[in-house]
């Protein structure tokens, strides 16, 4: 057991569980983070089912619950005009970034983390790199996701539309609210001037579900993403976690599982002294399938196959193959 403090850069999911983990070894625990909280993020929003046991072994399952995040019980795809539903084996979450964001800070603050303000660089002490993804693309035709939340008729599906090398999810969240998040490549924002509002109008499925619904914010958007995992290397005493070690593609709605996952293996490595490669070991063996799967789907979609593999398939299979292997962090 180590008894030197521990950084950790980041207060997102993954930061937070990184620090709710350290700190239930015993740790001492510092958060820095450069943004105020509750703020919005541009995200699905979706959270997989498979969260609740990573929830319950922080020991913040009822606050999360508190939340009262909305029940998603059913996925409803679309590859173009062709339709795949299924019921989800588990209830998954339909929560804001706004509230879930605040209330896992809350809680590691509650139990003994102190929090700093300020952005934070790695420095030779021992840090958990929880900074959220990189930024810079070089491929030429770049992604930005966008998201807005809106009011209006509720549903249990998390319904994705794939249309024109972009997507767009819908399920609905706390307090009643609906989320709209897309990601497009850039070539096909600039065609409609970067308004996501015209470029949902252009797609006849999707202009149809958002019809009765109503805009509460002004749209967000971020980018370039960059997918991939980084389960490489990293300095000794430096655990990265969640997208800081690895994004996966958005459509799969598992970053968050997954930066929760890899808070909790980094949170109990790094306070017990675990090297930082055998940690990276770990993450690699609990997230390499899901990223294989996940980057395989995007190249079926972008060839326009991806609907008939969706026929090959059983719907819970598509899900399940998009999951981290969190049996293997428990
Ligand atoms: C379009 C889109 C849709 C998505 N939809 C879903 C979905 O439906 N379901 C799902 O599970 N996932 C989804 N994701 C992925 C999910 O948002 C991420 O996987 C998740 O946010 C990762 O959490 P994190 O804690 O690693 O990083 P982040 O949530 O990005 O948190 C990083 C934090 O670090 C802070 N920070 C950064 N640099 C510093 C610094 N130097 N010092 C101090 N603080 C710093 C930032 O302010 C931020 O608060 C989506 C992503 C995108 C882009």
């Known amino acids: 057991m180590r008894t ?25 625990v510092t958060i ?41 019980t059913e ?19 339909g929560i804001s970034r706004y509230a879930l ?26 840090t958990i790199l929880a900074h959220g993804r990189q930024h810079s ?34 399920n609905c969240i706390e307090d009643r609210l609906t989320n709209v998040c897309g990601l497009a490549p850039e070539s096909l924002l600039r065609e409609h001037g970067f308004d996501p509002d015209s470029l949902l109008a252009a ?13 509460q914010m002004e749209w967000l ?10 389960f490489g290397q990293a300095a000794p005493g430096v655990y990265p976690v969640g997208d800081a070690l690895g994004f996966v593609d958005p459509f799969t709605g598992s970053g968050m599982l997954g930066a929760l996952v890899t808070g ?22 609990i997230l390499q399938s899901q990223y294989g799967a996940a980057s395989l789907f995007r190249k079926l979609v972008s060839w326009g196959l991806a609907d008939k593999l969706a026929w090959l398939l059983p719907g819970q299979r598509l899900f399940s193959l998009t999951r981290p292997a969190v049996a293997r962090a428990l």
Request: charged residues 25%; positive net charge.
């Open 101 to 126: 964001d605040s209330a896992l800070l809350g809680c590691a603050v509650n139990r003994g983390a102190e929090l700093v303000r300020e952005a934070a660089e790695p420095n030779h002490g021992l």
């Open 264 to 285: 909790l293996v980094a949170g109990r490595s790094c306070a017990q002294a675990v090297p930082s490669a055998r940690y990276l070991a770990e993450c690699k063996s």
């Open 203 to 215: 797609i006849p499925r999707l202009k149809e579900r958002i019809s009765p619904l109503c805009r």
């Open 75 to 93: 996925a409803n795809v679309f590859f173009g005009a062709v339709n795949k539903r299924w019921k989800l084996e588990e209830s998954a979450f």
């Open 137 to 170: 693309s070089s491929r030429k035709d770049r992604l930005f996701g966008f998201k807005a939340h809106y009011s209006g008729p509720l549903s249990h599906s998390v319904d994705l539309y794939f249309d024109r090398k972009m997507y767009v999810g819908i």
């Open 32 to 72: 820095f983070e450069k943004t105020r909280f509750p703020r919005h993020k541009v995200c699905g929003e979706f959270l997989s089912p498979e969260a609740v046991v990573i929830l319950e072994r922080l020991g913040v399952l009822s606050e999360f619950l508190d939340l009262r995040p909305h029940p998603v």
């Open 4 to 28: 030197e403090p521990i950084r950790v850069i980041g207060a997102g999911p993954a930061g937070c569980s990184a620090s709710l983990s350290a700190l239930q070894q015993g740790a001492h």
């Open 221 to 230: 958007i971020t980018g370039p993403l960059v997918f991939g995992g980084g």
